[in-house]
């Protein structure tokens, strides 16, 4: 571990690298849920039958970016934390935040996702589309749920890392 995290590292180089991984995966959430899912609602796609399909692809994508940011952001915070510099030490909390990012990300795609698309293919090709399962409004209701404590850790992770350096400078 001394190799990858010497005195040399420069923390400023971490911090904007977490700053980058989170503003990216936060603009990028923002971006699906309240432009592009509500586009797709309100053009009816919702009703179509390869629409469970399609959803799976962009929240496949979406999800293996998730996981990259998450891991991105908890690698910053594990070498900053280890890098024994006391200008961006980030607190203990600020690790924990970034385990619980991780866990959020690693549920909705190996969790959510694929449930989620599950219910609601429909496999048989005669019948027309049913009604919305009320098991997907649960998942839903979930995946809203992950999404605003998503929000709000990310959110405490940049207050924990960057809210003194405001003050200081």
Same mark, same amino acid.
């Given at each position: 571990? +001394? +190799? ?8 400023? #180089? =971490? @911090?904007?690298?977490?700053?980058? $991984?989170?503003?990216? =995966? ?21 009703? #179509?039958?390869?629409?469970? @399909? $399609?959803?799976? @692809?962009?929240? =496949?994508? /979406? ?9 991105? +952001? ?8 280890? +890098? ?41 090709? /005669? ?6 399962? @009320?098991?997907?409004?649960?998942? #839903?209701?979930?995946? =809203? ?10 959110? $405490? ?13």
């Amino acid at each position: 571990m +001394a +190799a990858i995290v010497s005195k040399n590292n420069n923390p400023l #180089q =971490w @911090s904007t690298l977490i700053l980058c $991984a989170i503003g990216f =995966w936060i603009s990028g959430s923002l971006v699906l849920d309240l432009i592009i899912m509500p586009g797709l609602y309100s053009a009816g796609m919702m009703n #179509q039958p390869g629409f469970a @399909s $399609a959803g799976f @692809s962009i929240f =496949w994508a /979406f999800n293996r970016l998730e996981l990259l940011c998450a891991s991105v +952001a908890l690698t910053g915070i594990l070498v900053l934390n280890q +890098a024994q510099t006391e200008t961006m030490r980030p607190p203990r909390l600020a690790m924990i935040l970034g385990l619980i990012l991780l866990g959020i990300a690693l549920i909705d795609t190996y969790g959510l996702t694929p449930q989620m698309s599950a219910l609601g293919l429909n496999l048989n090709l /005669f019948e027309p589309t049913a009604e919305i399962p @009320s098991e997907m409004i649960q998942m #839903q209701s979930g995946y =809203w749920a992950l999404e605003f404590m998503k929000i709000a850790t990310c959110g $405490a992770i940049l207050k924990l890392c960057y809210g003194d350096r405001g003050s200081a400078q």
